[in-house]
């Protein structure tokens, strides 16, 4: 499986950003049955969890972007996405979509004041 992200961007703070993440290569029942997520990485920090969805459908957030980002996923596209909404400065990083032992490119939001 491959996966490659996109959607990555430059917004003011208060805008929103949809991330995509296709899973090349995964039939649907590898897809489903591995944990699907999103990290972000601010250079000289440790990469950190943004959300997962596990192969229950069960979503986790980080506390810091609940309520203003939504993971979904789409099984006949065999992608994810993240809608990230009233974006802040914070959030500016290189996202990065993960599946199994597979890392997207990652791709970067960039958020201005």
């Known amino acids: 499986v491959q996966l490659q992200a996109s959607g990555g961007g430059s917004v003011q703070a208060g805008g929103s950003l949809r991330l995509s993440c296709k899973h090349s290569?995964?039939?649907?029942?590898?897809?489903?049955?591995?944990?699907k997520g999103w990290y972000r990485q601010v250079p000289g920090k440790v990469r950190e969890l943004v959300a997962s969805?596990?192969?229950?459908?069960?979503?986790n957030y980080a506390e810091s972007v609940e309520g203003r980002f939504t993971l979904s996923k789409d099984n006949t596209r065999r992608s994810t996405y993240l809608q990230m909404n009233n974006l802040k400065p914070e959030d500016t990083a290189v996202y990065y979509c993960?599946?199994?032992?597979?890392w997207g490119q990652g791709t970067l939001v960039t958020v201005s004041s």
């Open positions: 969805i596990t192969d229950s459908g069960a979503i």
């Open positions: 993960h599946f199994g032992l597979e």
């Open positions: 290569g995964a039939i649907l029942s590898v897809f489903n049955s591995n944990t």
